[in-house]
């Protein structure tokens, strides 16, 4: 079964630091290309970043531009987000997503809740 | 990045037929057959129901179906059946492994 299981979510200061985490398994992971999808309690969803198979290209919202690193390890078969400077609009559930084709999210995983405040 | 643009919310009886909208520009749903809508209930993540404007990944029910016009998109759920109550959302590729997400339509099976 193909499965993505998200976890470091958790309660953290504006300013402060958090590091995401998405194990994968029944797939090959190296052979897929890698998104991180968030979506703000009771708002819609919005893609945040991408990855290529290689880690030789990464992508950003302009939102999380410059705040937020991507990054996997296909030794692990996981994929990371790095988030600094956090901010309050940064408080979502962060939904880890194999893309296929450049055109769809599929898996989806359960989603790890991040929560900013003082 | 601009949100696609969905009607917030969506209704129909059981057995009718409903269609989801969704409106871009030439620059993602215009210019892309990288059109893909997914179901949300409540709680729970999203699962992928159409991809690639039309097409149904198995396991999909038929009364699922996707089209697409110009710089819009659509979902259509015939035989609308309660457990079809959801969030649906649509996303485009926009270009240079970049996204962009549908606000959202509420369906209501009355």
């Known amino acids: 079964e193909v499965q993505l299981v998200e976890s470091g979510g958790g309660l953290v200061q504006p300013g402060g630091s958090l590091r995401l985490s998405c194990a994968a398994s029944?797939?090959?992971?190296?052979?897929?290309?890698m998104n991180w999808v968030r979506q703000a309690p009771g708002k819609g969803l919005e893609w945040v970043s991408y990855?290529?198979?290689?880690?030789?290209?990464?992508y950003y919202a302009d939102s999380v531009k410059g705040r937020f690193t991507i990054s996997r390890d296909n030794t692990k078969n996981s994929l990371f987000l790095q988030m600094n400077s956090l901010r309050d609009d940064d408080t979502a559930v962060y939904y880890c997503v194999r893309v296929v084709s450049y055109g769809w999210f599929d898996p989806w995983g359960q989603g790890t809740l991040v929560t900013v405040s003082s | 990045q601009s949100a696609l643009t969905q009607p917030r919310s969506v209704s129909g009886s059981p057995g009718q037929s409903v269609t989801i909208s969704c409106t871009g520009t030439s620059s993602d749903v215009g210019g892309s057959n990288y059109v893909s809508w997914y179901q949300q209930h409540p709680g729970k993540a999203p699962k992928l129901m159409i991809y690639?404007?039309?097409n149904r990944p198995s396991g999909v029910p038929d009364r699922f179906s996707g089209s697409k016009s110009g710089n819009t998109a659509s979902l259509t759920i015939s035989g609308l059946q309660a457990e079809d109550e959801a969030d649906y959302y649509c996303c485009s590729y926009a270009g240079t492994y970049t996204w962009v997400f549908g606000g959202g339509t509420k369906l209501t099976v009355l």
């Open positions: 990855i290529s198979s290689s880690s030789s290209t990464m």
């Open positions: 690639n404007v039309s």
């Open positions: 029944g797939f090959t992971f190296s052979s897929y290309t």
